[in-house]
Structure formats: C-alpha cells, structure tokens
C-alpha cells in the first residue's frame, strides 16, 4: 500500500497513491497508517484523490484507522472519487467523517478540527 505523508502545520495528510483499498491491502493499509500517524497531534487528512475503488474491507481498514488515532485526534477524508464517495454515502459513513472535496479544501478548514 503506497501511503505518503506531509505535514501542513499542526495538520498530517496521508495521501494514498494505490487505485484500491480492498481486503488484499487492508491490514498493511491500517498498520502503515499507524505508522505515518503515531506523531499526528490533532487533524489527518487522507487524501483519497487517486483511489477509484474501495470494498467492504477498504471501508473497515478506515474506520480502524480513525480509530487508532485515539483522543484528540481525528481522521478526515479528502478528494472522494465519485465511486468511493457512493460507498461513504450508502454506508452512511459521509456522517462518521469530515470529508472535503479537495486536500487544500481541508487545509484551509481551521473550523473542522473543533
């Protein structure tokens, strides 16, 4: 799984550089996002703009991320292909998480980390 990571002040984004978060990368996605993230202070971006398609595991493997994270800290999503964007929505996973239209949108977004 392909994650990268930039800081933007007090902000991490994790852009994902695979096509897929499926079960055949779902546990190395989870434990490279807990890698990129044990320093994350308060929001982290996943930059999901090269992603076109994500299953049920992809789904969990997100979740479990957010999870991870802990107190104080929280997961966003940014740039949704409209594929994946149907599967936040029809898993009503769009209301568990901020999600931004674009990266810079959520950069430039200080009210989303209250």
Do not use: Y
């Not at 966003?76 to 239209?101: N, Y």
Request: aromatic share 4%.
């Amino acid at each position: 799984m392909d994650l990268s990571k930039q800081t933007h002040g007090d902000v991490v984004v994790i852009t994902a550089a695979d096509p897929r978060i499926d079960a055949a990368v779902a546990i190395e996605f989870k434990d490279r996002m807990r890698d990129l993230t044990a320093d994350a202070d308060g929001r982290v971006i996943l930059d999901l703009e090269q992603v076109n398609f994500i299953d049920s595991s992809g789904l969990g493997a997100i979740v479990a991320a957010m999870k991870q994270l802990g107190g104080g800290k929280r997961l966003e999503l940014a740039a949704l292909s409209p594929l994946v964007d149907k599967v936040f929505r029809l898993t009503r996973m769009d209301s568990v998480f901020v999600i931004h239209d674009t990266t810079a949108t959520g950069l430039g977004d200080a009210s989303a980390a209250e």
